[in-house]
């Protein structure tokens, strides 16, 4: 069987771990939303438009890096077991995969959308003959604990700089995790945004064709939809803007006028002044000293890191520091 999957989140557990997250985040102060909600279909697709943006040089940086670097380091590392924390349509993951030049490996997929998961296993299969998929349909944060133990060297994938939107307590609880999958001569690859200019920063969460002020609106369609909320998405003004102190980007929904919000299933009246704001994302930025150090918290070492010319994003290769590793990674660019 090349294709196995394991749903330990479905639909039922998303909604009641949804309507928790909510009730913690509009029953307090500064009221919150997790990000992670942005993205049903229309906010997939939003995102998806975000990506292409002339402001937002994330995405076609890292797909630069990985272009750049998929050969060298899947010839350095040959692994043989490859884990990706918020999969998707594993569109970054497929340039590796091809870089490897055959040879039989197992795709491990975690992610909470099954049928994106399943679409994206279909296409990787009918491309790869030598490809197996084992896919966890599950929040990474929760249920890394059912990836399967490893097949071979283990290459573990973080990318598109995710990570950033968990703050530091949350970061290290899972690099932890993350850590509990790694053996001799296995390697984590994680992508991180990197602290610039706070004009290029904050272009890119405020694009002039307004997309990503459509794209944090509309988590307050998902929760009207998935909750019974009332929320009016059009009172609310998109607010992002650099922290330098947190080194991070703060994206916030403010009401352009008093609002009075019912949350029907939760049984939750917010009221909410111009004021006053609902915070939906953070998206922290590092550098090169503050990736080791985070990953060392967590029992990691940085054996590689990959910038672009103008250091805007990196990748970082990681390995196990507990045990001697095996030295195989490409250096440090």
Same mark, same amino acid.
């Given at each position: 069987m090349r294709y196995r999957v394991e749903v330990h989140a479905d639909a039922h557990t998303r909604l009641k771990a949804m309507a928790e997250d909510v009730l913690? #985040?509009?029953?307090?102060?500064?009221?919150? !939303?997790?990000?992670?909600?942005? /993205?049903?279909?229309?906010?997939?697709?939003?995102?998806?438009?975000?990506?292409?943006?002339?402001?937002?040089?994330?995405?076609?940086?890292?797909?630069?890096?990985?272009?750049?670097?998929?050969?060298?380091?899947?010839?350095?590392?040959?692994?043989?077991?490859?884990?990706?924390? =918020?999969? =998707?349509?594993?569109?970054?993951?497929?340039?590796?995969?091809?870089?490897? #030049?055959?040879?039989?490996?197992? /795709?491990?997929? +975690?992610? +909470?959308?099954?049928?994106?998961?399943?679409?994206?296993?279909?296409?990787?299969?009918?491309?790869?003959?030598?490809?197996?998929?084992?896919?966890?349909?599950?929040?990474?944060?929760?249920?890394? +604990?059912?990836?399967?133990?490893?097949?071979?060297?283990?290459?573990? !994938?973080?990318?598109?700089?995710?990570? #950033?939107?968990?703050?530091?307590p949350a970061r290290q609880a899972l690099l932890a995790q993350v850590r509990s999958l790694l053996h001799r001569g296995d390697r984590l690859l994680v992508g991180v945004d990197l602290v610039k200019d706070v004009a290029v920063l904050e272009a890119a969460y405020n694009d002039a064709a307004g997309v990503t002020a459509a794209f944090n609106r509309n988590i307050l369609r998902v929760v009207n939809r998935s909750l019974g909320a009332d929320f009016q998405p059009e009172a609310f003004r998109h607010h992002a803007w650099y922290n330098a102190a947190e080194s991070r980007i703060e994206m916030h929904l403010v009401p352009e006028t008093r609002q009075t919000v019912h949350i029907r299933s939760l049984d939750l009246t917010v009221r909410l002044e111009p004021s006053e704001s609902i915070w939906t994302e953070s998206s922290y930025k590092f550098t090169r000293a503050s990736t080791r150090a985070m990953l060392a918290a967590a029992g990691l070492r940085l054996d590689a890191w990959h910038t672009d010319v103008d250091k805007r994003f990196a990748l970082a290769l990681a390995g196990p520091t507990s045990r001697a590793v095996a030295a195989r990674a490409p250096r440090a660019a």
């Open positions: 913690r #985040g509009l029953g307090t102060r500064p009221r919150s !939303l997790p990000p992670k909600y942005f /993205y049903d279909a229309a906010g997939s697709r939003l995102f998806d438009e975000i990506t292409r943006l002339p402001e937002y040089y994330l995405t076609r940086t890292e797909d630069a890096l990985l272009d750049r670097l998929a050969p060298a380091l899947m010839r350095a590392l040959e692994p043989r077991d490859v884990v990706e924390l =918020g999969s =998707g349509f594993s569109l970054k993951t497929r340039r590796l995969l091809e870089a490897r #030049g055959g040879g039989a490996l197992r /795709y491990t997929p +975690v992610d +909470v959308d099954e049928t994106t998961v399943a679409a994206s296993a279909e296409r990787l299969l009918a491309e790869d003959p030598a490809l197996q998929v084992h896919a966890i349909i599950g929040d990474f944060e929760r249920h890394l +604990v059912h990836v399967p133990a490893p097949s071979g060297r283990r290459l573990v !994938l973080f990318l598109g700089s995710t990570i #950033g939107n968990l703050d530091a």
